[in-house]
């Protein structure tokens, strides 16, 4: 059995790592505003010259994701990289191979429909209904409250025209204005219950994780941090890298808020994804 070590603050084991991947909601933020500790951790990371790499489930593009970073105080030329869920998409659909190859051109979107990167500058139209829709698109749901009830009428009528599911990111759960909730991996897997086709992207698919890293010279040893054992852990244990958990991230309702995490109860979680981190950490502090 893998032995999970509790740390307080990730300098007492940054110098054995030289490149860090971190997770963004969860990790740097709240789904709202960056944490106070995490920019400090940014800060001392930059300082003794390890490589940050940012990779996150969001289906927000990078530009995006690079203001919110200037907006929060923190430097994008902290990162090594910067990489989103949302900006492999947006390529993916641009090239039409695969199974994204046979999609149509016309999307019904539901939950928050306030972002449509993704497709801009793509030949994709949004329409107002799922009859004139070649398929459904998400990445995240309207509100915090939102549960699955409030989508199952919308997937049964799509389920019913065989429309499929393209969805930004495969959390089922996430941060949005300081509240855990409702994720839009979890309305893809509803939707496949019900017999639908999903197109999903996201960690903790390997091709990420290597994605990020390419054109980073020397990555040297590898750490990644995450708040979501079945994404950010499980896509390093895939890989065999170290990885780092935030307690008080999603998981915070099993795993408590303690100031030193729960070891036990750590272990207890990661046996269901049959992914164990090296190191739990209550929340990112340098």
């Given at each position: ?18 490149t ?22 940014i ?20 530009s ?27 390529y ?7 199974q ?66 393209v ?44 994605y ?16 979501n ?58």
């Open positions: 059995m893998k032995m999970i070590k509790p740390v307080v603050n990730l300098a007492k084991v940054a110098d054995n790592y030289d860090f991947i971190l997770g963004l909601n969860g990790v740097l933020c709240d789904g709202n505003t960056i944490f106070p500790s995490a920019r400090d951790a800060s001392n990371l930059q300082t003794i010259g390890k490589k940050i790499v940012l990779l996150t489930n969001s289906g927000l593009r990078i995006t994701i690079v203001s919110w970073l200037q907006d929060n105080g923190v430097s994008p030329q902290a990162f090594s990289c910067i990489m989103s869920a949302g900006e492999i998409l947006h993916k659909m641009k090239a039409q191979n695969g994204y190859s046979a999609l149509g051109t016309t999307y019904y979107h539901i939950g928050n429909t306030s972002d449509k990167g993704i497709f801009s500058g793509l030949d994709y139209e949004s329409v107002s209904t799922l009859s004139a829709a070649h398929f459904i698109y998400m990445n995240e749901v309207s509100e915090p409250t939102d549960t699955i009830d409030v989508y199952r009428p919308i997937l049964d009528q799509a389920a019913a025209l065989g429309l499929p599911l969805c930004a990111g495969n959390d089922t759960s996430c941060f949005k204005n300081g509240k855990i909730c409702l994720s839009a991996g979890a309305i893809a897997e509803q939707y496949a219950v019900m017999g639908g086709r999903i197109i999903t992207l996201g960690k903790p698919e390997t091709t990420l994780f290597k990020c890293l390419e054109g980073i010279d020397d990555v040297g040893n590898i750490l990644v941090i995450g708040d054992v079945a994404t950010d852990i499980k896509g390093a244990t895939l890989l065999g890298w170290d990885s780092m958990l935030v307690s008080k991230g999603i998981h915070v309702n099993f795993l408590g808020e303690g100031y030193i995490p729960d070891v036990a109860k750590t272990r207890e979680l990661s046996n269901g994804y049959d992914a164990s981190p090296s190191y739990v950490i209550s929340n990112l502090r340098w």
